[in-house]
């Protein structure tokens, strides 16, 4: 396999990632919601004017991965005001890490968090925290394998479904 690139995306990369993203969330999460609600979201969450307002906000950046100019997966990251839910400013958000399925298990994931991780210190955060679904165990173990614990948790809609995330979070050692 030829080396995967990843670089920062910006607005012109808005139609590329509405394609990855909407491809890799109903990869995911298809079979476990109902088909109203992954339209709903999917039409909301990544239409033109919302990957818009995110791509053009200081406090939130996204990553493409990149194998021979194909895009396979993403990462988005929050700092500051852009955070989901803890809005810490010493701290970072994961709010996605989405792979292709069929790159699942060949490291794009652990490569879009180790730039996580890398901006992470860059920025001298004191942890990175994220909202993981409880329903999806694979995800769960990959957090835990980098050192993430839970800590609480907190409701994500999808459509008119409300579905429990767990929290969890890596604590930045300073160095």
Not at 62 to 68: G, P, Q, R, V
């Amino acid at each position: 396999m030829d080396k995967i690139k990843i670089h920062k995306a910006t607005i012109f990369d808005v139609e590329d990632l509405q394609t990855i993203g909407k491809q890799t969330f109903y990869e995911t999460f298809a079979e476990s919601n109902t088909t109203e609600n992954m339209q709903k979201y999917l039409d909301e969450g990544f239409s033109d004017a919302q990957l818009s307002t995110e791509l053009t906000n200081p406090f939130s950046e996204f990553y493409l991965a990149k194998l021979d100019y194909k895009t396979i997966g993403y990462l988005k990251i929050n700092t500051g005001t852009s955070q989901t839910e803890l809005k810490d400013n010493i701290a970072l958000e994961i709010e996605r890490i989405y792979v292709l399925k069929v790159f699942h298990g060949k490291d794009v994931g652990q490569l879009l968090f180790d730039k996580a991780l890398q901006i992470a210190k860059q920025k001298k955060v004191h942890y990175i925290w994220l909202g993981v679904w409880e329903e999806n165990p694979r995800a769960i173990k990959f957090y835990k394998k980098n050192g993430f614990l839970e800590f609480d948790k907190h409701i994500f809609k999808l459509g008119d479904d409300e579905q429990t995330d767990i929290m969890m979070k890596l604590e930045m050692t300073m160095s």
